[in-house]
């Protein structure tokens, strides 16, 4: 539990500072296994790969139904343990049977999905890996939401490092040592979840009751009222991640979605933060809704966040192809035009969930689900109109035009149910100088070290120089959090 007299930013940062450390060393396993893969697998075994996991990752979603954040939500309204134990109790019996029905479903057309989405039922294996993690997924999620409600940061950096060393053990003894194929890659997955559940299951133990089996249809009416509405909205970030890998691999076979894939790899810094940012923010956001300057603190963090993104995409944009030069095999190499691109999602995300707060204070969740079906349809159309013809390249415009439409959807529809202060003019301007920067470096420094320095310099300048009051506000902040610490 975080100590009381812990300030708002504080409570942020420290969050964000605890989490960060265990989710760096979970996605630092994983861009260190990703150069290794790719010299072990071919782009079209990495491309069967890629589509089972992006399937795994929007598949499990669905099954939840919204549930985990239903639960998030109602914890905060009710102190009382008995409440709590049947709320989360009953959110894990329905997440359990219904993720078995779904999985149970997958397993029983495993021939025919395996022929429609990877294109041959030669790799049905993949699919029952797929129903499988499905499952353990969702479990794993309810059992890991009740220590991020709790905010037992210690035990969170516990399972995640536990995670990602069993990661890395596998991955290591299947891939490098046994050299089996590629599936062994989920069967790693699998056996990481299986240990997840079993630590975050035994801490929460005190809200599980296992007994009872039926479900308390009063409050799963509450939980599916609110969370329900949510669940198109993982359908339409399925879209958004998943068309156009469909799209290239229609066009261009499996072969450059493996290609595209890697470059997503090495653009995941970016969804590090953004999932080191949610497990601080989720809690953060709920305990502060009802403070009166939530709006200025919440439109603070929007800059911060958009200011550090900017930073993280220029250093992507001025370095992504010597970095594929050095680490990844020659036949990953065009991949690195992506990576810039591709980044701008995830925290396009972030920024979406800040922006986007008032769906939740107000408990208007569907207003989230009209804003990323609108973008998922222009990403759709956009996927058909420049893959052809563009290939990776197309699909990443693509993404991020679309992911730019859902931020300012959710934006404008978020700020009538709750104001957040943010200078758009600036937002605007540093938008701009970024496609600016990317031109510079594909059509003129492209290989050139030294060049590509100096202006990644030069932009950094301009970017903290034009947002010096958010520097300095960072600054400030970071030294008084520092202060308090060696206190």
């Known amino acids: 539990m975080p100590d009381k007299k812990e300030s708002r930013s504080e409570l942020l940062a420290y969050n964000i500072l605890v989490f960060g450390m265990a989710m760096i060393i979970s996605k630092l396993i994983t861009f260190i296994l990703t150069p290794i893969y790719t010299r072990y697998f071919t782009p079209a075994e990495f491309g069967v790969f890629d589509l089972s996991i992006t399937a795994i990752s ?6 939840m139904l919204g549930t985990s954040d239903a639960l998030f939500r109602f914890y905060f ?76 940061r210690k035990i969170i ?36 979840l299986t240990i997840v559940i079993y630590i975050t299951g035994k801490y929460g133990w005190k809200y599980i009751n296992l007994k009872e089996l039926k479900l308390d249809r009063d409050l799963m009416k509450q939980i599916l009222e609110y969370g329900l509405p949510l669940t198109p909205v993982f359908l339409g970030y399925w879209i958004l991640k998943t068309s156009d890998r469909l799209i290239i691999s229609y066009y261009h076979g499996v072969s ?3 290609i595209y894939a890697v470059g997503a790899k090495l653009s995941a810094i970016a969804n590090l933060f953004q999932s080191i940012f949610g497990k601080g923010w989720q809690y953060f956001s709920f305990s502060t809704m009802e403070d009166v300057d939530a709006h200025i603190i919440y439109g603070k963090i929007f800059e911060v966040v ?43 995300m972030i920024l979406k969930w800040i922006t986007g707060i008032g769906f939740q204070i107000k408990k208007k969740t569907y207003y989230s689900t009209v804003t990323i079906f609108i973008a998922s349809i222009i990403n759709v159309i956009l996927n058909f109109l420049l893959i052809e013809k563009y290939n990776i390249m197309g699909a990443a415009v693509a993404t991020v035009i679309s992911y730019i439409i859902l931020l300012f959807l959710t934006y404008w529809f978020g700020n009538k149910l709750f104001e957040i202060v943010i200078n758009k003019r600036n937002v605007i301007f540093l938008f701009i100088l970024s496609i600016v920067s990317y031109c510079l470096k594909y059509y003129i420094v492209l290989n050139n070290f030294y060049y590509s320095t100096i202006l990644f310099f030069v932009f950094n300048i301009i970017y903290l120089s034009s947002n010096y009051k958010v520097t300095i506000y960072i600054i400030k902040k970071v030294i008084m959090i520092y202060k308090k610490w060696r206190s």
């Open 58 to 63: 929007v598949i499990a979603p669905l099954g």
């Open 77 to 152: 309204e009710e102190k009382d343990l008995s409440f709590r134990k049947q709320l989360i109790s009953n959110g894990l019996r329905f997440v359990s049977y219904f993720s078995l029905l779904f999985s149970i479903f997958i397993l029983f057309f495993n021939d025919e999905i395996a022929k429609f989405y990877l294109g041959s039922s030669d790799y049905v294996i993949y699919i029952n890996l797929v129903a499988l993690i499905v499952f353990l997924t969702n479990i794993a999620n309810i059992t890991q939401a009740i220590i991020r409600m709790e905010n037992n």
């Open 157 to 192: 950096t516990k399972v995640t490092v536990i995670q990602a060393v069993s990661t890395f053990i596998f991955s290591v003894l299947f891939v490098v040592v046994l050299e089996l194929n590629m599936e062994y890659i989920l069967v790693t997955q699998a056996i990481t």
């Open 256 to 258: 450059m979605v493996g």
């Open 306 to 348: 958009f200011l550090f993104g900017i930073l993280t995409i220029n250093f992507l944009i001025f370095y992504s192809d010597l970095i594929f030069e050095v680490l990844f095999d020659d036949r990953y190499y065009n991949a690195w035009v992506v990576v810039p691109l591709l980044t701008v999602g995830p925290f396009v």
